[in-house]
């Protein structure tokens, strides 16, 4: 039954799963047609009612999903998607674009980006079917890229409400060897 497999990941389903389903390619196109099925990404669906049901912020977790579902397994989610995934403070100003980390390699595509870097087990956590960077390790990749302010709001914020320790912060920040979120860390705790 499709429900068994797509519920686990908020209602994301493909094609090929969908027909193992025992739904036809008709069945497919006039779910689609009719507005009752949703594409989120080529051979990627969601049923209409979780997108009536998402919540603010559950449209690029959705997304998220069919990219990571589109994809080769090795990337994680990873930078702003992973800070919404964690409920971080994410600046207005960062887009829509999904963004993932692999060991492997670096590549981009229709409304993803993925970035290649190390991963140590310690980074990554599971989420669904998938995984994600870590709360300090999403802190401390999205400190390189934000504005000074940005980071240290979201490091204050996630510091406040108990999502990571300083002592997670700043072991991230060395075990990456990353200065610029380092001073950032420093920023707030001065």
């Given at each position: 039954?499709l429900?068994?497999?797509?519920d686990?990941?908020?209602?994301?389903f493909?094609?090929?799963?969908?027909?193992?389903?025992?739904?036809?390619?008709?069945?497919?196109k006039?779910?689609?047609?009719?507005g009752?099925?949703?594409?989120?990404r080529?051979?990627?669906y969601?049923?209409r009612?979780?997108?009536?049901?998402?919540?603010?912020?559950?449209?690029?977790?959705?997304d998220?999903?069919?990219?990571?579902?589109?994809?080769?397994?090795?990337?994680?989610?990873s930078?702003?998607?992973?800070a919404r995934?964690?409920?971080?403070?994410v600046?207005?100003?960062?887009g829509?674009?999904?963004r993932l980390?692999?060991t492997?390699q670096w590549r981009?595509g229709?409304?993803?980006?993925?970035?290649?870097a190390?991963?140590?087990?310690e980074?990554?956590?599971?989420w669904?079917a998938?995984?994600?960077?870590?709360?300090?390790?999403?802190?401390v990749?999205?400190a390189?890229?934000?504005t000074?302010?940005?980071?240290?709001?979201?490091?204050d914020?996630?510091?406040?409400?108990?999502?990571?320790?300083?002592?997670d912060?700043a072991?991230?920040?060395?075990?990456?060897?990353?200065?610029?979120?380092r001073?950032?860390?420093h920023?707030?705790s001065?």
């Amino acid at each position: 039954m499709l429900s068994a497999v797509a519920d686990p990941r908020q209602g994301v389903f493909t094609s090929r799963e969908a027909l193992a389903a025992g739904y036809t390619v008709d069945d497919v196109k006039s779910y689609l047609r009719t507005g009752r099925w949703v594409r989120l990404r080529k051979g990627v669906y969601v049923a209409r009612e979780h997108l009536s049901a998402e919540r603010s912020g559950q449209r690029h977790l959705l997304d998220s999903i069919a990219v990571l579902l589109s994809l080769a397994p090795g990337p994680v989610l990873s930078h702003a998607s992973a800070a919404r995934l964690h409920r971080l403070v994410v600046p207005q100003s960062i887009g829509e674009t999904v963004r993932l980390t692999d060991t492997v390699q670096w590549r981009q595509g229709r409304g993803y980006r993925v970035a290649r870097a190390a991963l140590p087990p310690e980074d990554v956590v599971p989420w669904l079917a998938f995984a994600s960077t870590s709360v300090a390790r999403t802190l401390v990749d999205c400190a390189r890229e934000w504005t000074q302010l940005d980071a240290v709001v979201a490091i204050d914020a996630a510091l406040n409400e108990g999502l990571v320790t300083a002592t997670d912060v700043a072991a991230a920040c060395t075990q990456r060897g990353i200065a610029r979120a380092r001073r950032r860390r420093h920023a707030h705790s001065g």
